[in-house]
């Protein structure tokens, strides 16, 4: 976001606020409130996922997306079409519950989720039965389908769920929705935790171990197409497993969050058409957040001058559009994000709490 007519001097200091503020926590009312009176800038960060997957990169769009520095050239020149003032920043996280907790404990501004997850914490239901639900939780856009990705090795003989009995399969590391919905696989399937011998791992170790011969399969849930599952398949190394049948119409039937579908033929070099079940990809945020911070962030998402930044930074950006950014949530809406779809033509801005 830096523009070349910055002096070096003003350059440094705005480097130091951002090493500072990562090393307080951009979350912190604290930091925020001494950076913004004494500079005029406004820190937010944005967890996101691993950044061998998909959140991360996004997320680093998004950043870039809705930061405007001072001294920035003017939205109207070619510049920024952020809020003022803002610096976003996309950190690298285990992924979606990580996330929500971290949204939950006040330490981050904005997360990504899946949105099953987001569901299930908001309601206290699901895989967060027994614990508190986190009422503040709050949507600010549906940005694209996730798909879950289940990956094998080629020549460890896996063609269906069902072959994964006794492999040594990643199931995702604590703390991500790919661990969740890989347990809902296996269930759905007729597979136990103890069929397998299950690691895990994050995807760029999953793959790497999978190249090693340590694992013969892996989870991962993410939009496509993902850069490791990429890197395996153009080395021939790999397959995707389908998840079709029975089995899979009957977790969309459960779960109204899952839908059956499909990564299209070649996403992955040499991969065919592959049935499985995907599931919505939510920028979220608390409650508390500024309703004018949430509409000025949502503005600059669907920014006209932002689709160009979109759609050359990564397929899975390129998917997020105002005509699908407030369904499918399964959250209510920011009050800052409701504003801004009230305001425009072509999107729902319903509000959903079921």
Known sequence: MVQPSFSRSRLILRLGL?????????????????ASSETGIRFVQIATGPTAGTYFPVGGLIANAISNPPGSRPCERGGSCGVPGLIAVAQSTNGSMANLASLAAGTVDLGMSQADLAYWAYHGTGVYKGKEPQSKLRGIAMLYSESIHLVARKDARITSVADL?????????????????????????????TDIKPEYTRPSSAAEA??????????????TPVSAVTALTNEGLATLVPLSGPPAHALAQQYPFLLVSTIPANTYEGVPETPTLSVGALLVCSADAPDELIYGITAAIFHPNTRPLFAKGHPAANKIALETASTGLGIPLHAGAARYYDGQKGASATNPTQ
């Open 18 to 34: 951002l090493v500072l503020a990562s090393m307080i926590g951009f979350g912190s009312a604290h930091a925020e409130t001494a």
């Open 165 to 193: 009995k006794g492999k040594r399969v990643s199931v995702g590391e604590e703390g991500s929705g790919t661990l969740v919905d890989a347990m809902l696989v296996l269930e759905a399937y007729g597979l136990r935790k």
């Open 210 to 223: 999978l190249i090693q011969g340590k694992i013969d399969a892996f989870f991962f849930v993410a939009g």
